[in-house]
């Protein structure tokens, strides 16, 4: 940022060589720390009254619904604007699993100032659960193209087409359809040299582990144990090292059965489109607003196994499409993704808040 100085707020802190951040304030009490989930957010947020005196903000930017809704007594007492940020399981997930939200939201709706969302797709679900239309402004995420060179994707004469997934293990990602599908492809064509890796892992918890197993189990019912890699949790230098490893990038995300999903897109699709790579995901939340149909990419329907291994097998068979579809695919990204833009237009929306525009308080 520019013209405005950020000040983050958070539980703790963890990878500051990568978000070098030089005002951050955090819960250092290890008594605090020490204590369930439920009491550490309640004092998390009761902690801060003291950093508000003394930082005097101009403007409250809360990350996700319920720190949004967290925020309005902070907002109420410091009279602030609040501005909160929805990503996707806010939206969803938080709302089935547990059903009080949808009526502590209504209050968020009502107090909270303006409200940003990814996409067309987030912002109507934002109004689906009571959210203004007027209240709700369109924001993509950005990244960093200074650091994300353009390369056009060729292949030459007998190499090895390899394919990229990267995501953690979870179901909304929907990596069990992708080696399904590519696991049939193979199969079907084993005159073709082809490969997959995949990029992520379990988060150890007991549905990352489901899923794990579930990825694993496909792999072995179609054989692919000699034509996958599992690279594991690898860090952003490494991903973005492997985009340029590859020829194609597959997110087939889907609603997971626990209403979790994207909200909006993969920043890994943003990233890998950005590197020239064309993309073939599916037809799910705002990810139509990155992958723009037979320009950049393919969409599918959500867990439709054989429409994904069709596409795949056209854009395998059709290889010399990759440079131009990878070519449209960074211009649409430049053009609608580039973070430097973004911020310039996050700085506009915070200066719209500050002159009152939206009723701040």
Not at 49 to 61: E, R, V
Request: aromatic share 12%; net charge neutral.
């Amino acid at each position: 940022m520019k013209k405005y100085e950020p000040f983050v707020y958070a539980c703790d802190a963890e990878n500051l060589d990568i978000f070098p951040v030089k005002k951050i304030r955090t819960v250092k009490s290890p008594q605090v720390m020490q204590k369930g989930m439920n009491f550490r957010k309640l004092y998390f947020y009761l902690y801060f009254i003291h950093f508000l005196a003394k930082d005097n903000p101009d403007i409250i930017h809360a990350h996700f619904g319920p720190s949004g809704q967290r925020f309005l007594l902070l907002k109420r007492f410091f009279k602030l604007p609040l501005v909160t940020t929805f990503y996707g399981y806010d939206i969803n997930q938080v709302v089935k699993q547990y059903p009080a939200w949808l009526a502590k939201y209504q209050n968020l709706f009502h107090q909270g100032t303006l409200f940003l969302v990814e996409g067309n797709h987030m912002k109507k679900s934002l109004m689906f659960l009571g959210c203004p239309e007027d209240k709700i402004l369109v924001h993509h995420l950005g990244v960093d193209l200074e650091n994300i060179k353009f390369v056009p994707r060729k292949i030459e004469d007998e190499e090895e087409i390899r394919v990229l997934i990267a995501s953690s293990f979870r179901e909304k990602k929907g990596i069990p359809y992708a080696v399904d599908a590519f696991g049939q492809f193979k199969n079907s064509n084993p005159q073709i040299k082809i490969s997959l890796t995949i990029i992520g892992d379990s988060a150890e918890d007991r549905f990352g582990d489901r899923q794990k197993q579930l990825i694993l189990d496909k792999i072995r019912r179609h054989h692919l144990q000699e034509s996958v890699r599992m690279l594991g949790y690898q860090s952003h230098e490494v991903f973005i090292r492997e985009l340029y490893n590859h020829h194609i990038f597959l997110s087939p995300s889907i609603h997971a059965s626990d209403g979790d999903n994207e909200g909006g897109a993969p920043v890994s699709i943003i990233e890998a489109s950005a590197s020239g790579l064309p993309v073939l995901a599916t037809l799910h939340c705002d990810i139509p607003e990155v992958v723009v149909e037979d320009k950049t990419g393919y969409l599918v329907p959500e867990k439709d196994v054989s429409s994904l291994k069709e596409r795949l097998a056209f854009l395998v068979l059709n290889h010399q499409s990759w440079a131009t579809i990878g070519s449209y695919g960074r211009k649409h990204i430049e053009q609608n993704y580039d973070v430097r833009t973004q911020i310039g237009r996050l700085e506009e929306i915070y200066d719209d808040v500050l002159s009152n525009r939206y009723g701040c308080l």
